[in-house]
């Protein structure tokens, strides 16, 4: 679903900790979508942008439901792309998209480790976007916004988060980076749930 890679150029340990925890989660994700390669189709692209939406439409508006969510991470208002699944969607004349279950986001600490998988999911989507537009004749302006939300700024923007996130992880104690943790783990989860609900991973 195009998250996170290593970034090893943030050298940091909860990014350390963020990502062995949901490697294997996202490697056999990615590997389920069939996004690139033969296996790639329109059908299979617009059920991935499905099960996308699924998840991005319930999360952002739990995380913007946070009192602390916009001082915490002082750009999150501008972060808001959930509704480009919808352009997406449309410009494939695929419909208008569906809201999975309600993502439960109570704390600072679980809305670091969702933003952690959603943020992410920005730097592969690049990569996808490369593959997707040339092999089923897609643009920004036709089917891809989503993959292209941040445009050339997908790099910087992801490194200002990163560094949000660790000046936040700096002030937790174990319970508080358990927490975190779990709710990337569980993000991860959401999206399996939502992709095999609407096809993606066929």
């Not at 936040?168 to 927490?179: H, I, K, P, V």
């Amino acid at each position: 679903m195009t998250l996170p890679p290593t970034h090893r150029e943030i050298p940091s340990p909860i990014l350390d900790a963020l990502r062995g925890a949901t490697r294997d989660l996202h490697a056999r994700l990615d590997a389920s979508l069939g996004l690139t390669g033969p296996s790639l189709s329109l059908a299979r692209y617009v059920s991935f942008l499905r099960g996308t939406a699924e998840v991005m439409i319930p999360l952002e508006r739990a995380l913007h439901l946070l009192p602390a969510w916009p001082e915490a991470l002082p750009d999150a208002a501008s972060r808001r792309r959930a509704h480009l699944l919808a352009l997406d969607l449309r410009a494939l004349d695929a419909g208008d998209p569906r809201e999975g279950p309600p993502l439960r986001v109570a704390t600072l600490a679980e809305a670091f480790g969702c933003a952690y998988v959603s943020e992410g999911s920005t730097l592969g989507a690049v990569v996808l976007a490369r593959a997707i537009e040339p092999a089923l004749g897609l643009s920004p302006e036709r089917g891809t916004a989503w993959l292209r939300a941040y445009g050339d700024a997908v790099g910087p923007r992801w490194r200002a988060f990163a560094g949000h996130l660790e000046a936040f992880a700096a002030g937790l104690d174990e319970a508080g980076r358990d927490a975190l943790v779990a709710s990337a783990v569980a993000t991860f989860g959401a999206f399996a749930d939502a992709f095999r609900r609407t096809g993606g991973d066929a």
